[in-house]
């Protein structure tokens, strides 16, 4: 199965960037679908973007279109989430998660990492 590992979250203030990063395990990453969702206290997990293999393309949920960008490097086995023009709003656990096509769900979740947004 496929491990993966987030990193880069912490503490930014409204209007500020930050980018998120995350790990995956197994020589099939590079076929792999990968999403960005997350999880604020007291409401369900959300999604927020994913990114198909080298040559596919991406997809945004409203909220984020035009802030946030989805990004992946094959060669290191490793996706990103660049965050611009942060809002309170998105503060939550951010969560990378993996699928392998043609499953349509996302079988393979990391521990999370936080990302707080102050006004």
């Known amino acids: 199965q496929v491990q993966l590992v987030e990193s880069g979250g912490g503490l930014v203030q409204a209007g500020g960037s930050l980018r998120l990063s995350c790990a995956a395990s197994?020589?099939?990453?590079?076929?792999?679908?990968m999403g960005w969702f997350r999880q604020a206290p007291g409401k369900e997990r959300e999604f927020v973007a994913d990114?198909?293999?080298?040559?596919?393309?991406?997809y945004y949920a409203d909220c984020v279109k035009g802030r946030f960008t989805i990004s992946r490097d094959n060669a290191k086995n490793t996706v990103y989430l660049q965050m611009n023009s942060l809002k309170p709003e998105d503060t939550a656990v951010y969560y990378c998660?993996?699928?392998?096509?043609?499953?349509?769900?996302?079988?393979?979740w990391g521990q999370g990492t936080q990302v707080t947004v102050s006004s």
């Open positions: 990114i198909r293999r080298s040559g596919g393309g991406t």
């Open positions: 998660a993996a699928r392998l096509p043609p499953l349509q769900n996302y079988e393979n």
């Open positions: 197994g020589r099939t990453f590079s076929m792999l679908t």
